[in-house]
């Protein structure tokens, strides 16, 4: 498959400190990878630098194949990188559909324009649609505000998927999710983006959904990369046990259990 | 141009022809507070479509006294005194002025934006006041406007400039209702709430304050234009901090609900005024400062609020947070 993005000796400080230090990554067309790390191993950060919230103190980005090193966040997602965030970033007073109209108005928006309507059928049924890809459609009408967390983060990660992209970052996605939904939460959010192939890297904190959803892990530790492979050779790395997971996580064990989880669901 | 209208427009444009059959019916001191009102109002429009992202204008005068010194210096030193030439002048002048100082005030939000706007408008109250060129603070006047070469004189004069001005102003509404129906004006509700996201939607939000910046500019420079020339007269107080906190008073009491709401509330703020002064002309102040403290407390949204209906917004049952993830 062609290699999507490549980041090679990223790196970025904040004064004396390194929040990433010689991040290499190359991700490759439609494939998921989940990325773990305790708090503050720069899994973020990283996310942050790719997008161009943050830009690198050294390093290179390339987007298939041309360098995007600190391009603007919007040419960034113009380009085909978007991302979901920890905490959702919407609209708070304005209801669903309104947030995945505004979505949906600014990918589609090539040039300003001023004085024809933003908002038509065909613009409606768009948004409608994928509220139902992502099976939130029957909370269309309610304010965000008013929502549950678990909602926010799909209508959040809908948002981020309004213009098409090739690779999607998704910054904690189960978050703030009940544990009992986030299987069923993933699922729904996995099954939604096979639809449109697109590259998903995942950062997330539960071992039992990196296994269950990410064929590939990428292991962050104090802003390097501790390993990077198959998800079952960097769950039984020494170190990655040692530093990130903890060695009282028992792989086969949770496996089993949450395949039987998401079979039930 | 799309030209199917909504309601709004709808009721703007059946509002013109009584807008200007009330000029030949009521008391002739009302047309006038009706007048001075229409073009005050364009310079609340234009305060109001800021507040739809989230920016309060401190400093909105400086349009209304751009585009009344515009077309005043145009007739005082050029001797033209064609409307239509006069509102060019205002135009061009704003444009000019708001379009390089948009570069500085779009990177700028909340109190930094507001205390920007100000000091600008106060830069040109000070200038304004030392020139005696200009009249200094006594300001200068203005000759009666003419036609495309037509001039009517008297009272044939007041009407027609009064029927120019609400049918400019009506034209300028119904834009601007189109701008906040249009992207730009979508994204500005958008930049109001989470700016960040808005720039990770692919769009930049300073380009689109610098818009909506500059097309304030624009239509506060033609209220200052028809409100200078309803006058015959203009004065550095256009621009002072006293007149822009009344552009502010006015957004907030009408709301911003609504394109037509800052048009209605400019005409009860200018009634306010006449009746407060009449009933405390020492303290009338006081009378519209309850006003404004009343509808920050009760009325935050504006007397436009209570015309409209708050959608339900019931917050999740139990079984509505729960995620569907079978069909």
């Not at chain 1, 708070?92 to 090539?110: D, G, K, R, S, Y």
């Not at chain 2, 006449?274 to 404004?292: K, R």
């Amino acid at each position: 498959m062609a290699v999507l993005l490549e980041t090679r000796n990223l790196e970025r400080t904040f004064g004396a400190v390194y929040a990433a230090k010689d991040v290499n990554i190359k991700i490759e067309a439609g494939e998921v990878l989940g990325v773990i790390g305790s708090n503050g191993a720069g899994k973020t950060t990283f996310v942050n630098m790719v997008t161009g919230y943050l830009k690198p103190t050294a390093g290179e980005i390339l987007y298939k194949g041309e360098e995007i090193t600190g391009t603007p966040t919007r040419d960034i997602t113009r380009l085909g990188i978007c991302r979901s965030f920890q905490i959702p970033q919407l609209f708070p007073e304005l209801p669903v559909i309104e947030n995945m109209l505004i979505a949906l108005t600014v990918a589609q928006q090539t040039r300003p324009v001023l004085f024809r309507p933003a908002i038509n059928e065909s613009l409606k049924e768009q948004a409608m649609e994928l509220l139902r890809r992502f099976k939130i459609d029957h909370h269309a009408e309610q304010e965000i505000q008013t929502l549950a967390q678990g909602v926010r983060k799909l209508v959040d990660i809908a948002m981020a998927t309004v213009a098409n992209p090739d690779l999607l970052f998704l910054d904690e996605p189960t978050s703030g999710v009940s544990a009992d939904e986030k299987m069923g939460f993933m699922k729904v959010l996995i099954d939604a983006l096979k639809e449109t192939r697109t590259a998903v890297l995942f950062i997330e904190h539960d071992m039992e959904i990196i296994e269950r959803f990410s064929p590939r892990c990428v292991a962050f530790y104090e802003g390097t990369i501790l390993a990077d492979g198959p998800t079952e050779e960097v769950l039984e790395n020494k170190e990655v046990r040692e530093f990130v997971i903890g060695s009282e996580f028992h792989r086969s064990g949770n496996a089993a259990s949450t395949a039987a989880s998401v079979q039930e669901v | 141009m799309n030209i199917k209208m909504d309601r709004t427009e709808t009721g703007l444009l059946l509002a013109l022809p009584l807008l200007i059959l009330i000029a030949f019916v009521l008391p002739k001191w009302v047309v006038n507070y009706v007048q001075v009102s229409l073009g005050t109002g364009l310079v609340a429009l234009g305060v109001m479509i800021q507040m739809r992202a989230g920016l309060v204008s401190f400093g909105q005068g400086l349009y209304f006294c751009v585009g009344g010194y515009a077309a005043g210096m145009l007739a005082k030193f050029l001797g033209i005194s064609d409307l239509f030439l006069l509102l060019a002048a205002g135009i061009l002048a704003a444009l000019i002025v708001a379009g390089i100082a948009g570069f500085l005030l779009r990177r700028y939000r909340e109190i930094f934006f507001a205390m920007l706007t100000l000091a600008i408008s106060m830069i040109l109250f000070g200038l304004l006041s030392s020139t005696e060129e200009l009249g200094s603070t006594d300001g200068f006047n203005l000759p009666s406007a003419t036609y495309l070469g037509w001039a009517p004189e008297g009272e044939t004069g007041r009407l027609t400039l009064y029927t120019f001005t609400a049918l400019v102003v009506v034209v300028c509404a119904i834009l601007l209702n189109r701008f906040l129906k249009s992207p730009v004006g979508y994204i500005n509700e958008a930049i109001r709430e989470n700016e960040v996201r808005v720039e990770y939607l692919g769009t930049s939000a300073h380009h689109a304050v610098h818009i909506t910046y500059v097309l304030a500019a624009v239509v506060s420079s033609i209220g200052g234009v028809l409100w200078a020339l309803a006058l015959g007269h203009v004065d550095p107080e256009m621009t002072n901090w006293t007149t822009s906190g009344q552009f502010v008073f006015i957004s907030i009491l009408s709301g911003t609900g609504n394109i037509a709401a800052p048009l209605i509330g400019t005409f009860l703020l200018e009634i306010l005024r006449v009746y407060a002064v009449e009933i405390s002309p020492n303290t009338w102040q006081m009378i519209l400062g309850s006003v404004m403290l009343l509808t920050i407390l009760y009325l935050p949204k504006g007397l436009w609020s209570l015309l409209t209906t708050r959608k339900s917004t019931k917050p999740s049952d139990d079984s509505a947070d729960k995620i569907s993830v079978g069909d």
